[in-house]
């Protein structure tokens, strides 16, 4: 018995001696900034959930860690309602509560939560307007239909007075084609692996070991890229996002689900105002990739409804890549998630967003143009 089992020891220790040397050379790299993580955010494993109207939603009262080895520091946090924010309960004198609705934009990953945008929302301030409440209800990869189902759903307990939609060009995803959504299904009819394998995963993936290999091949795959296959990549969502609105069928979705969700306000007597989300490549390159944006204004200004759109404020910029997550066209830093508030604050003394300014001050509401300064 002796002798087969010594093999089998010599492996466990060979194994655990490279473990080792793994996590002293995670440790030096990480602890000595030897230099800037790029593997990425990655969303905590537990995180989602099946959810019988929205396809998926977050746990509630969830606390943990992004996985991606760049922000494995920042914590995600979400409240009894399955939000990445504080309790909705009402809190004494906070006046107009705002529900801000979206997807990975909205959620922030890669930052703080009190370095997002909905936060120093609550800071924009407006002479004669009362306080208000932001409330952030962003989950990532929700579009429109997400959107319409969670207006029916009552906001799952947010009860706002008005609400802020944050818009991403790839928002005419039907609810049941995205990741979270298939992974949803997959885990309530049991196709997915235990949850202590994930769980055994995801802490083997915060050890030093775990998050070096993570970074190493995440380096050695771009660095074996071309030149025009690292373009490609970081341009591969958006050129997605604009063969996509080529076709009929979006496009169409897009308008339909625009006009549920603001029947579906207009049954609640709920303002809203729009938020339109910058992306890089349109900033960089408008000629090749602006065309969604445009698209999604003419059906705004069709609609006669309020938006802001920080495009301009974005393009003024010296150094976009300051405004983006690295390696990322359209998750905001947080300079860039402060230019959004700053845009915002903007938006609501130029009247773009009349019917979220005149709810916030008592006014009657009024009709005014969505067209930006």
């Known amino acids: 018995m002796k002798r087969p089992l010594r093999p089998l020891l010599l492996t466990i220790i060979w194994l655990l001696f490279v473990f080792l040397l793994l996590q002293l050379a995670g440790f030096l790299f990480y602890q000595f900034v030897v230099s800037q993580p790029i593997s990425g955010y990655g969303y905590p494993t537990g995180l989602e959930r099946p959810h019988a109207e929205l396809g998926y939603h977050y746990q509630p009262n969830f606390s943990g860690h992004f996985k991606g080895t760049a922000y494995q520091h920042i914590l995600i946090e979400t409240n009894a309602q399955g939000f990445r924010d504080a309790d909705f309960a009402p809190q004494s004198g906070e006046g107009l509560r705002v529900a801000v609705l979206g997807d990975s934009v909205v959620l922030g990953p890669g930052v703080e939560a009190g370095e997002r945008l909905t936060n120093c929302l609550d800071d924009v301030a407006r002479p004669g307007a009362e306080a208000w409440r932001i409330l952030n209800l962003g989950v990532h990869a929700y579009s429109f ?4 189902k969670l207006a029916e759903l009552e906001f799952l307990g947010a009860e706002p007075d008005a609400v802020l939609l944050g818009i991403t ?14 992974r949803a299904r997959r885990q309530a009819e049991g196709w997915h692996k235990p949850d202590w394998v994930a769980r055994i995963q995801s ?5 030093y070991a775990g998050r070096f290999l993570d970074e190493l091949d995440t380096r050695v795959r771009y660095a074996l890229m071309s030149a025009n296959d690292r373009q490609a990549y970081h341009s591969l ?4 996002v604009v063969d996509a609105w080529q076709q009929d069928d979006n496009r169409e979705r897009f308008a339909r689900r625009l006009d549920q969700f603001t029947a579906a306000l207009d049954q609640r007597s709920l303002p809203l105002g729009i938020l339109l989300f910058p992306e890089l490549n349109a900033l960089r390159d408008p000629e090749t990739f602006d065309g969604p944006r445009q698209q999604v204004r003419a059906m705004l200004d069709e609609r006669g409804l309020n938006y802001c759109d920080p495009y301009d404020d974005f393009a003024r910029q010296p150094d976009l890549d300051a405004l983006f997550l690295q390696r990322d066209s359209v998750h905001f830093t947080p300079r860039g998630h402060q230019l959004i508030c700053d845009a915002f604050a903007r938006c609501l003394e130029a009247g773009s967003l009349a019917d979220l300014a005149a709810a916030r001050t008592g006014l009657p509401r009024f009709e005014a143009s969505s067209a930006n300064p």
């Open 145 to 148: 239909g997400h959107y319409v």
């Open 169 to 182: 060009l790839n928002d005419f995803a039907p609810m049941e084609s995205v990741g979270p959504a298939r």
């Open 237 to 240: 969502w958006m050129r997605s």
């Open 203 to 207: 802490r083997l993936g915060r050890t």
